[in-house]
């Protein structure tokens, strides 16, 4: 078996390859030939990792979510003052939904598009992320992160159905 922390890149990458989940058994199969890892190994890997695998029971089955803890910092997202010692990554969030305005031969945006800068790596690499290609952790970052959630007001639903 590899060592852990490559074991979970592998899965966490297979999940964003099939769109941020997969079928259990499928995610299983693919582990067993990537990493030559058991059905014990990927068992305990799972269950013992629920800070980034998420398990949702559908029928007699699961999906496996790829899950992070990782988030964009607010204040920096918010004018980019922030004094650079958060524990969250420092991006255009229109960057990470793809959608920057700027940056695009235009003005230059105020906020960086640098995935890989020293604050950001250092963030990606102690949550052994710093090896997902670009697309692969904003589509994990878009699923986990409440922040790059699209806002909406619906004035037709009771207010008692969002009582959360």
């Known amino acids: 078996m590899s060592s852990i922390s490559s074991v ?95 940056g695009k031969g235009r003005k230059l945006c105020k906020l960086s598009h640098d995935v890989w800068s020293d604050h950001n790596f250092r963030l990606l690499r102690e949550c052994t992320l710093h090896e997902l290609k670009e697309n692969k952790l904003f589509l994990l970052l878009l699923q986990n992160d409440p922040q790059l959630l699209p806002e909406f007001i619906r004035e037709d639903v009771p207010e008692t159905v969002c009582s959360g």
């Open 8 to 102: 979970i890149l592998q899965a966490t990458s297979c999940l964003c390859g099939g769109g941020g989940a997969m079928p259990l058994r499928q995610l299983q199969q693919e582990l067993q030939e990537r990493c030559r890892l058991s059905e014990g190994d990927f068992i305990y890997l799972i269950q013992g990792c629920p800070q980034r695998f998420l398990l949702v029971p559908e029928g007699h089955s699961y999906t496996v979510v790829g899950r992070t803890s990782l988030r964009l910092c607010t204040p920096y997202s918010r004018g980019g003052r922030c004094d650079g010692s958060c524990q969250q990554l420092h991006l255009c969030r229109f960057y990470v939904f793809g959608n920057c305005r700027f």
